[in-house]
C-alpha cells in the first residue's frame, strides 16, 4: 500500500492573516526548563548539569487557529444553530470517526476562475470521470489553489463551491468534503462584491451556511491532489484532533493506495 499526503504544512515562516507564532526551546533550554519546573511543581530538585550533555528535550509552543494548515470544519463552525438534530451543531470531538476514513474521489477544477462553481461544474466532472459520488465516499476538489500555498493570492484567488454545488453533493450521501484552497466558500473579496452587486444574501459563504441546515464536515487547505492515482479508486484518512469543544481540528490527511 502506498500513502500519498495530502496535507499543507502548518509553517510560522509563511504568509497567514493570522500569523502563526513558533518558538523553540533548544534541548539546553528544555532542560533549565524542566528543571525549575519540577522545582516549583512537585518539589523535586535536579541540576540541569548532571543530564547527559546538560540537555533534556526540546519543547515547541505554538499560537494558531484551528484553521491554519490542513484541517476539518466541524458543525459547530457554521453557526451556533441548527435546524436538524436537536439543533446544537456537533463540535470536532463529538464527530464519529468513521466519516473520517473511506472511499475517495478527486474531483479536477483546475479550469475554474476566482469564484463559485455551481452545481452544473460537477455534473460535468461525474461524467467526465465516470464516476457519481456514492454516500459515504470523500470528495475532494483539486482546483489548483495548493500552488499558490505561502502567498497572500492563496487566501484571495480560488475557485469555491456555491450552495447548489453543496447540496448535490450531500443529497448524494457525501458527508465529507474537501478543497486544496482556503476556504470550500469563494475568495471573501468575490463573495462581497457578488453581494453588493445583487443585494442576495445567499451568495454570502454558502458553502458554510449549508451547514447549518445539512450536517457536514469540511476538510479545508488540502494539498498534493495531482498525486493521486486516478479520480478514484483511493481511500481517504483526514482523522481530526480531537479538541474538546472546537468548531475544527487540525488533520494529517492521506490518501491510501492498494498497489497490489
Known amino acids: 500500500m502506498r500513502i500519498i499526503d495530502l496535507s499543507s504544512a502548518v509553517d510560522s515562516s509563511l504568509y497567514e492573516p493570522d500569523p502563526v507564532?513558533?518558538?523553540?526551546?533548544?534541548?539546553?533550554?528544555?532542560?533549565?526548563?524542566m528543571s525549575a519546573e519540577m522545582r516549583e511543581h512537585f518539589g523535586l530538585e535536579l541540576d540541569p548539569d548532571e543530564l547527559p550533555d546538560g540537555e533534556f528535550l526540546s519543547l515547541d509552543r505554538l499560537a494558531l487557529t484551528t484553521h491554519t494548515g490542513t484541517h476539518v470544519d466541524a458543525p459547530s463552525h457554521y453557526g451556533s444553530r441548527a435546524s436538524y438534530g436537536d439543533g446544537e451543531p456537533r463540535h470536532?470531538?463529538?464527530?464519529?470517526?468513521?466519516?473520517?476514513?473511506?472511499?475517495?474521489?478527486?474531483?479536477?477544477?483546475?479550469?475554474a476562475p476566482?469564484?463559485?462553481?455551481?452545481?452544473?461544474?460537477?455534473?460535468?466532472?461525474?461524467?467526465r470521470i465516470g464516476h457519481t459520488p456514492e454516500p459515504g465516499?470523500?470528495?475532494?476538489?483539486?482546483?489548483?489553489?495548493?500552488?499558490?500555498?505561502?502567498?497572500?493570492?492563496?487566501?484571495?484567488?480560488?475557485?469555491?463551491?456555491?450552495?447548489?454545488?453543496?447540496?448535490?453533493?450531500?443529497?448524494?450521501?457525501?458527508?465529507?468534503?474537501?478543497?486544496?484552497?482556503?476556504?470550500?466558500?469563494?475568495?471573501?473579496?468575490d463573495v462581497i462584491a457578488r453581494y453588493r452587486a445583487t443585494g442576495d444574501r445567499s451568495v454570502l459563504w454558502p458553502a458554510h451556511v449549508v451547514g447549518?441546515?445539512?450536517e457536514y464536515c469540511q476538510i479545508e487547505r488540502l494539498a498534493n491532489l495531482e498525486a493521486l492515482p486516478g479520480p478514484y479508486g483511493f481511500q481517504v484518512a483526514c482523522f481530526p484532533v480531537k479538541i474538546a469543544g472546537a468548531g475544527a481540528g487540525w488533520t494529517?490527511?492521506?490518501?491510501?493506495?492498494?498497489?497490489q
Open 114 to 127: 476566482t469564484g463559485a462553481v455551481g452545481a452544473a461544474r460537477l455534473k460535468k466532472e461525474f461524467a
Open 21 to 33: 507564532t513558533h518558538d523553540v526551546l533548544t534541548p539546553r533550554q528544555g532542560a533549565l526548563h
Open 252 to 259: 494529517r490527511a492521506v490518501a491510501l493506495v492498494d498497489e
Open 137 to 189: 465516499e470523500i470528495v475532494l476538489l483539486n482546483t489548483g489553489a495548493a500552488a499558490r500555498a505561502g502567498t497572500r493570492e492563496y487566501f484571495t484567488e480560488f475557485a469555491g463551491l456555491d450552495g447548489p454545488a453543496v447540496r448535490l453533493l450531500l443529497d448524494l450521501g457525501v458527508r465529507v468534503i474537501g478543497t486544496d484552497a482556503f476556504s470550500l466558500d469563494a475568495p471573501f473579496g
Open 212 to 214: 447549518r441546515d445539512r
Open 92 to 111: 470536532i470531538d463529538q464527530m464519529p470517526l468513521d466519516w473520517f476514513f473511506g472511499p475517495g474521489v478527486v474531483l479536477d477544477l483546475t479550469d
